[in-house]
Each structure stands twice: as structure tokens, then as C-alpha cells.
């Protein structure tokens, strides 16, 4: 069986959740278990090891279950990024449309050096608005995004041509 077949086995479908007309793509299980969870790291590090990644970044909170992982395996550090005044030092901020409102994701100014080659990273890619605001935030501190990781992709919505001209790399896409 392939990492893909592995953790899409794993993902459960869950229709009329939150609204009706809407599958909600459960994850949980992949992180229950252990083969499941290796297979969807080793997938994503295999698709992005040659890119010389020196920093994952993820959002909280989901993007926290993997980010860490990849980042060790990739041997890179770890950034956070975190809803504002969570981090305790000097952060820099980016605010980010949500479909009926906007938010805002910050992280520590001072853990990113110009020119670092940054991994952006997220449970979910649909609309494509969170990594977007984390591409926006690596570029503002000068860093490069050499590209976006998900675990899973919901096609459909046009996150992938909202976050070009960075590469993409999906384990697993619904339509």
C-alpha cells in the first residue's frame, strides 16, 4: 500500500458536518495510527527533502500535528505561528481575510534570518488563506517560501492558484 492509499484509508468523510452540503474530511484517525502517521511524514518529506528546507512554519493549531515532525526530519527548525498576543516577544503580524470575517497569525520577529528557506505547512488546504498569510509572513521577514505542504487538499476551492507561484505538494486531494 502507498503513503497515499495509507492515510486516505485512515480519513473519514463525514457528510452534512459543519453544514449540509459539506463532507468534513476527519483526520483524527491518521494521528491514531502509528503506520498511518509515519506514512503521511514520510510522504511529506520525501516531496520536499531536496529543497533545502532550514524552517517549517504551521499555524496553530492543527498545523502544529505535523509541522514539528517534518521540521525534524527534514533537519530544520520549527516556527510557530500563533493567533495574536500568545508569543511573548517582539512578533511581527499579518491579517488575513476568513470567509465571513478576517484573523491574524503572528510570529517571533527574531527567529528568522533573511534569505532562510521556509517549508509552509498546514493540515488543510481549501480556500487558501491561512498559508497564504504564512507565505506573506515568512516573505515579510525576508525569508524564501520554497513551497506549500498539506496533508490534505480540497481542490475544489482554489487554494492551490491562490497560493502561486509557490510549488504544492498534497498527500492526499479531494475534489
Known amino acids: 500500500m502507498s503513503h497515499v492509499e495509507e492515510v486516505a484509508a485512515r480519513i473519514v468523510a463525514i457528510p452534512d458536518h459543519p453544514e449540509p452540503g459539506v463532507t468534513f474530511r476527519d483526520i483524527t ?7 498511518a502517521l509515519a506514512a503521511a511524514v514520510h510522504h511529506l518529506t520525501d516531496v520536499t527533502r531536496d529543497l533545502g528546507v532550514q524552517r517549517v512554519i504551521a499555524a496553530e493549531a492543527r498545523g502544529f500535528l505535523l509541522g514539528p515532525a517534518l521540521a525534524l ?5 520549527f516556527l510557530l505561528a500563533r493567533k495574536p498576543g500568545k508569543l511573548p516577544r517582539d ?13 491574524q497569525l503572528e ?11 521556509v517549508l509552509v505547512h ?5 480556500t487558501g488563506g491561512t498559508a497564504e498569510a504564512l507565505c506573506r509572513l515568512v516573505e515579510d521577514l525576508g525569508g524564501e517560501v520554497v513551497a506549500c505542504s498539506f496533508l490534505v487538499e480540497l481542490s475544489a476551492l482554489g487554494g492551490r492558484a491562490r ?3 509557490h510549488a504544492v505538494h498534497s498527500l492526499v486531494t479531494y475534489d
Request: proline share 9%.
Open 107 to 117: 510570529v517571533h520577529a527574531d527567529l528568522l534570518e533573511p534569505g532562510t528557506r
Open 163 to 165: 497560493l502561486a507561484p
Open 29 to 35: 484517525p491518521v494521528f491514531a495510527d502509528p503506520a
Open 91 to 103: 512578533t511581527l503580524a499579518v491579517e488575513y481575510a476568513l470567509e465571513y470575517g478576517s484573523d
Open 73 to 77: 526530519e527534514l533537519g530544520a527548525g
Open 122 to 126: 498546514d493540515d488543510l488546504l481549501a
